[in-house]
């Protein structure tokens, strides 16, 4: 089993920043995918970002490229989720994910294991 609790969401004009923490906790690889979704009022989860627990691969959706950056200290265990350039459309309760196979994938039923979610408000 694989815990994860995000962290780090909250109300921010747009043009701002914000840094979104996913604490890790119970039975990682090396090979798992970690990934952020997010999901906004009356519209379906959606893809954010990917990385690969080991090694530096990472996948963006379109609609973030050049603004967000997706990282993670496997020393602390943690994924991390920076945002920069916050636009109101990025308002949505922001998820991480995680699956046990190397392919990173886009879908959210291909992700096993979810967080809790966490609010990002992005205020015009």
């Known amino acids: 089993q694989v815990q994860l609790v995000e962290s780090g969401g909250g109300l921010v004009q747009a043009g701002g920043s914000l840094r979104l923490s996913c604490a890790v906790s119970?039975?990682?690889?090396?090979?798992?995918?970690m990934a952020w979704f997010r999901q906004a009022p009356g519209k379906e989860r959606e893809f954010v970002a990917a990385i690969r627990w080991s090694g530096s691969n990472t996948y963006y959706a379109d609609s973030v490229k050049g603004r967000f950056t997706i990282s993670r200290d496997n020393a602390k265990n943690t994924l991390y989720l920076q945002m920069n350039s916050l636009k109101p459309e990025d308002t949505a309760v922001y998820y991480c994910?995680?699956?046990?196979?190397?392919?990173?994938?886009?879908?959210?039923?291909?992700?096993?294991?979810w967080g809790q979610g966490t609010q990002v408000t992005v205020s015009s």
């Open positions: 119970g039975r990682t690889f090396g090979s798992y995918v």
């Open positions: 994910a995680t699956r046990p196979n190397g392919i990173i994938a886009t879908m959210t039923g291909e992700y096993s294991y």
